[in-house]
Structure formats: C-alpha cells, structure tokens
Antibody, heavy 119, light 112 residues
C-alpha cells in the first residue's frame, strides 16, 4: 500500500515562499498510471485542489493559484514538492499530498501538515 | 464560494437514511464529468468513499451509495451509525479556465 508523507516548515512569514515536500513509499512515483497532487484545507473550511504533477514532470495547476505556484518531482528521491510564493494569511491551511489515478479520484492521501502564515 | 454546492449540514438518528446533495453546473457535473465523494473524520485526512458517481472502493460498506443526474449528484447513507459522523465532500472536474479539479464546500453529518 502506497504511503505519502508531507514535510516542511510549519510557520512561514507573510510575503515569503511556502515550500513542502511529499515522500512516497510503498509504490513507484514513476508510474504512468498516477498523478501526484497537492490539496489544502484552511482551518475549519473545505478542501481546495492546488495542482498535480505526473512522473514525467507535466503539471496541472489550479488557475486561481497558478501565478504563485510551482510543483516539481524528483523521481530519484521518490518525492514531489510544492512552492507557493508571496503567501498571506489566507494561505494558512493543512496541506495534503495525495495520489490520483489518471482521470480518476484521489485514493491515497498523506496525513497532512499544518502551515501557518504569520509574522 | 465553492464551484460545487453542498448543504452545510445534515443530521439523522441511528438507523435512518440521509442524503447529501452536490450541485454543479454545465462545466462540471453537467458536462458529464464523474463525481467522487470523500469522508473526513475529525482530525484525519479525507478518505475516498465513492468514485465514478456510484462505485465503492474495497472496504467501504454498502450502506454508502452515490447517484448522479443532470448537474447534480447525491450521496446516500442508510442505516446510520455513530461512526458515520464526519464531513463529506464531493469532487468533480471543471472544464472552465483550462480545467481543474473542484470540491464541494463540505457537509457535516451529525448522528443524533
């Protein structure tokens, strides 16, 4: 069973860049059958899809975040990463990494990591 | 606002049946894109509950069922149990703005 684990700073200052990494184990990140997603959930609110990447590096971004967003993959480390620039308090959320099938839902999720944007 | 609209809350007594609606538009559910449902227990990550409108992943009880018609979808829970108390989210794909995954705002199911 694939496992995903988020890691990164829990506190980021306003206007700075939020950086997170997801490590995949128990399954190959290089499979053409899957996309690797980031999804976030502000405290007490609903889910928002951020974007995803294929093993080959092809990316799909939420158009409302696209201008601030970069998702990358490092297959040698079995990791994919998120960078979100110019953060504000509105970016405070639990950030999840997840695996989705091609044209399929997100069947596997990490446990999530809380990132707070505050000075 | 979320692209997909769900009621903020629903409730039911143990053993009863409840339904949760998910209303979209012609650029997502109405365009024929599949609807998926997730269950989120307090303090945990979401779990896939229903996929492709009506299918259950292995291990999901058949008390949970999904349906889709036009620009809407529904999740039904029969024989309510205390452990069903959770937040439920629908998800689909939206073809506007070059396309992206969208979620409903979530529905809190309370077992009375």
């Amino acid at each position: 069973q694939v496992q995903l684990q988020e890691s990164g700073p829990g506190l980021v200052k306003p206007s700075q860049t939020l950086s997170l990494t997801c490590t995949v184990s128990g399954g190959s990140i290089s499979s053409a059958d899957y996309y690797w997603s980031w999804i976030r959930q502000p405290p007490g609110k609903g889910l928002e899809w951020i974007g995803y990447i294929s093993y080959s590096g092809r990316t799909y971004y939420n158009p409302f975040l696209k201008s601030r967003l970069t998702i990358s993959v490092d297959t040698s480390k079995s990791q994919f990463s998120l960078k979100l620039t110019s953060v504000t308090a509105a970016d405070t959320a639990v950030y999840y990494c997840a695996r989705a099938g091609v044209a399929a839902p997100h069947g596997d999720w990490g446990q999530g990591t809380l990132v707070t944007v505050s000075s | 606002q979320s692209v997909l609209t769900q009621p903020p809350s629903v409730s039911g007594a143990p053993g009863q049946r409840v339904t949760i609606s998910c209303t979209g538009s012609s650029s997502n559910i109405g365009a024929g894109y599949e609807v998926h449902w997730y269950q989120q227990l307090p303090g945990t990550a979401p779990k896939l509950l229903i996929y492709d409108n009506t299918k259950r992943p292995s291990g999901v009880p058949d008390r949970f069922s999904g349906s889709k018609s036009g620009t809407s979808a529904s999740l039904a829970v029969t024989g309510l149990q205390a452990e069903d108390e959770a937040d439920y989210y629908c998800q689909s794909y939206d073809s506007s703005l070059s396309g992206f995954w969208v979620f409903g705002g979530g529905t809190k199911l309370t077992v009375l």
